[in-house]
């Protein structure tokens, strides 16, 4: 079975502090998706990034970056120089990499940018 | 970017109640949408996937009869909360995925249903 953790349930910085939001992942199988999405307060998911599991290439995206170990079944996000509009929970996410599959969500973590 | 809608955005209902979220892809087609249920400080979890023009496949724990979804078209997948109650009250969030290809799914903004 497919699970996904995220242990950080709450973090709170002080706005430009670089933050790190730990995923652990749980999959039997060879070839999945991994992703991070965004929910602000209005509710709605914003989506962040999907990496399959061939690519552990660490991608950067403005002040985004994401760091694959397969090794260590982590994909680790990383906001550089946070902003208050950055407060939101994050999630990270796992699916089967064949057709439409479902997703299996983490716990989430709250991040607060404090001014 | 695709984009998926849902109808209502919010929507309060008395106990007893039945009440249909609408989810539609907008600019795609899509054979599979999913519907995903979050409680208030939780994550979301998988109700069930909805294939067109077949039965949808529910996860375990989640009662086929009270949330009836029906996916008519390529466009279009219903979930309707039959027989409402106060537990029901939750945020219900569909996504659809996209045809074929490398089947993106892409997330509606979600219908927050609150039953009194």
């Known amino acids: 079975a497919q699970k996904v953790t995220q242990a950080q349930t709450e973090i709170s910085v002080v706005e430009k502090e670089d933050v790190t939001l730990d995923c652990v992942y749980e999959?039997?199988?060879?070839?999945?998706?991994l992703f991070w999405y965004k929910q602000p307060p209005s509710g709605e998911l914003v989506f962040l990034i999907r990496?399959?599991?061939?690519?552990?290439q660490n991608e950067i995206s403005g002040r985004y970056s994401w760091n694959f170990q397969k090794s260590t079944s982590s994909f680790n996000f990383t906001i550089t120089a946070s902003q208050v509009v950055d407060s939101a929970v994050y999630f990270c996410?796992?699916?089967?990499?064949?057709?439409?599959?479902?997703?299996?969500f983490g716990q989430g973590t709250r991040l607060t940018i404090n001014p | 970017g695709a984009v998926v809608s849902q109808h209502p955005s919010r929507v309060i209902c008395k106990s007893g109640t039945s009440v249909k979220i609408e989810c539609r892809s907008l600019?795609?087609?899509?054979?599979?949408m999913f519907w995903y249920r979050q409680f208030p400080k939780k994550s979301l979890m998988l109700m069930a996937t909805?294939?067109?023009?077949?039965?949808?496949?529910?996860e375990q724990g989640v009662e086929k009869d009270k949330f009836l979804i029906n996916h008519a078209s390529l466009t279009l997948s219903t979930l309707t909360v039959t027989s409402a109650h106060p537990e029901d009250s939750s945020f219900y969030i569909c996504?659809?995925?996209?045809?074929?290809?490398?089947?993106?799914?892409?997330f509606g903004p979600g219908t927050r249903l609150t039953v009194t």
């Open positions: 996504s659809a995925s996209v045809l074929a290809g490398t089947y993106e799914q892409y």
């Open positions: 999959t039997r199988d060879t070839t999945y998706y």
């Open positions: 990496r399959n599991s061939f690519d552990e």
């Open positions: 996410a796992l699916s089967e990499w064949k057709g439409a599959q479902k997703l299996v």
């Open positions: 600019d795609f087609q899509a054979t599979t």
């Open positions: 909805s294939n067109e023009g077949s039965k949808a496949t529910y």
